[in-house]
C-alpha cells in the first residue's frame, strides 16, 4: 500500500463519522487554550465520539502500517547481509525510505498516544530511540582521517541490542546508535559512498567475529532489530482493546479528546514540522545522506492534512472552526505542499527565502488550527442589505 492509498484509507475512517456542527464558532480576542473547548464553542458530542475515535483507529492503522515496512526494511537487511550485492544495497535503501516515510506519518498519531502527562516521558524515549537525529557517522564507522573510530572498531563494546541502547546518546545527542537514521549512515555510508562490498563478511584471523567488516554486518542487523521492535511494542500498545495507550485517550470526554488531538498536532508542528525545517544553511538536516527530509515532512502534513481536512470533506476542521478559517486552513496546506514541491531536498540546499516562507505558513497554519487566528470575512461572503430610502 503506498501513501496515497493510506491516505485515502484515513480519510474514508474519518468520512464514516457524521458530523453536524453546532452553530458558527466564535472566538475571544484572547488566545484560545487548546486543553479545553471555550465557552462559545459548541459541539455535537457524538458527532466528536465518532470522529475522535476515528482518529484513533486511522492511526492504529498507520502504525501497523509503518510496522509491516520496517519488517519488509528488516528483510532487505537480512538479503543483503546474506548474499551482499549492488542492487541489493539499493533495494534495501529503498525499503529504508519507504519505513522512514512511513514512520514519520506516524508522528502525529504517537503524539496523541503520549499525550497524558504520564506518558509523556514514555514517548519522548520512544522518539529517541527511533527518531534521533542528527546521527555522527564517525560514532557508528570508519570516517576519512580516522581508521579505528566508531562501535564498528571498539571490541570492547560488545555487539548486542542491549548495549546499543545503553550506547545511544550515551554523551551528547549526536551520538545516535539505534533508529532510522543510525540505519542511514550504515546503508548510504558516513560519506555516502556505501558499497556492498563493505557488508562481505571476513573470515580472517582468530576472531573474525571482532573484525571491522563483520561488526559492521552485525551492528546494522541489530539496528534494523532494534526498530522492528519499537514499532511492534506501539502496535501492541495500540488497539483499544489493549486497555493501555488507548486507555487515557477514551477516558476523556469526546469533546476533550477533539482537544487533545488539536493539542497534539500543533506540537508537532512545533516540534517536527518547524525543525524539519533549518533556518540557515549551516544548520542540521535529518536525512542529509538518504535525501529524505522532505519527503518525510510531506508524509507528516498528509497525515495532518487527513484529520483536518480529509479529501471529501469533514474532518477536525469542520468541528471547531468557522468556515472562513477551514477555507484557509485548506488554501494553507495546499500552499505549504506546492512550496514545499518546489524546494531542494536536503533542505540545506533549499533557498532561504523558501525556507522562511515555509516557516511563515506553518505558523499560519497552527493559528488556524488552535482558532486563534481569524479571518476576515471577504465581500463577497456579505449579503448585500437594501436599506429603505431616507425622505428628504
Known amino acids: ?51 475522535s475515535l476515528a482518529i484513533w483507529q ?13 519488517e519488509t526494511l528488516q528483510r532487505a537487511v537480512q538479503a543483503l547481509l546474506a548474499q551482499p550485492s549492488e542492487e541489493q544495497l539499493e533495494e534495501t535503501r529503498l525499503a529504508w525510505l519507504d519505513a522512514h516515510r512511513e514512520f514519520a506519518a506516524t508522528l502525529p498519531y504517537i503524539q496523541l498516544a ?15 530511540a527511533l527518531d ?36 545511544h546518546r550515551l554523551t551528547a545527542h549526536e551520538e545516535a546508535s539505534t533508529g532510522f537514521h543510525a540505519l542511514e549512515v550504515m546503508l548510504w555510508g558516513p560519506t555516502s559512498e556505501r558499497m556492498s562490498e563493505d557488508f562481505v563478511a571476513d573470515s ?31 502496535a501492541r500498545r495500540w488497539p483499544t482493546s489493549a486497555n493501555n495507550l488507548s486507555r487515557a485517550y ?18 508537532v508542528i512545533d516540534e517536527q514540522l518547524m525543525r524539519r525545517l533549518p533556518e540557515g544553511s549551516e544548520s542540521d538536516v535529518e536525512s542529509g ?13 498528509a497525515t495532518l492534512q487527513s484529520n483536518w481536512i480529509p479529501t471529501g470533506g469533514g474532518g477536525m476542521a469542520e468541528v471547531l472552526l468557522d468556515r472562513h478559517q477551514v477555507r484557509a486552513l485548506e488554501q494553507t496546506f495546499s500552499d505549504f505542499e506546492a512550496l514545499l514541491l518546489k524546494m531542494e531536498d536536503p533542505f540545506e540546499l533549499a533557498e532561504l527565502g523558501q525556507l522562511g516562507r515555509a516557516r511563515k505558513l506553518l505558523e499560519q497554519m497552527a493559528g488556524l488550527m488552535t ?22
Open 1 to 51: 500500500m503506498n501513501g496515497y492509498t493510506l491516505r485515502y484509507m484515513v480519510a474514508a475512517l474519518l468520512m464514516g463519522s457524521l458530523l453536524i456542527l453546532i452553530g458558527c464558532e466564535q472566538r475571544s480576542a484572547e488566545p484560545a487554550k487548546v486543553e479545553r473547548p471555550t465557552a462559545s464553542q459548541q459541539v455535537d458530542v457524538e458527532a466528536a465520539a465518532d470522529l
Open 58 to 70: 486511522a492511526g492504529q492503522a498507520q502504525v501497523l502500517h509503518a510496522h509491516a515496512s520496517v
Open 114 to 128: 503520549f499525550s497524558p502527562s504520564d506518558l509523556r516521558g514514555q514517548g519522548r524515549k520512544l522518539l529517541l
Open 132 to 167: 534521533s537525529w542528527p546521527a555522527q557517522p564517525g560514532y557508528l564507522d570508519t570516517v576519512p582521517g580516522y581508521s579505528d573510530s566508531g562501535i564498528v572498531n571498539d571490541t570492547a563494546i560488545e555487539l548486542t541490542l542491549v548495549n546499543l541502547r545503553k550506547q
Open 204 to 234: 580472517n584471523g582468530e576472531k573474525p567475529e571482532a573484525l571491522a567488516a563483520n561488526r559492521r554486518r552485525e551492528l546494522t542487523r541489530l539496528i534494523v532489530k532494534g526498530i522492528e521492535e519499537d514499532m511492534a511494542g506501539l
Open 250 to 267: 477514551l477516558s476523556l470526554g469526546p469533546v476533550a479528546r477533539l482537544q487533545q488531538i488539536r493539542a497534539a498536532h500543533t506540537q
Open 289 to 301: 545522506r538518504a535525501a529524505d527530509s522532505k519527503q518525510a515532512l510531506l508524509a507528516i502534513m
Open 371 to 392: 482558532g486563534t487566528v481569524h479571518v476576515p470575512v471577504s465581500e463577497k461572503d456579505v449579503m448585500p442589505v437594501s436599506l429603505p430610502a431616507v425622505e428628504d
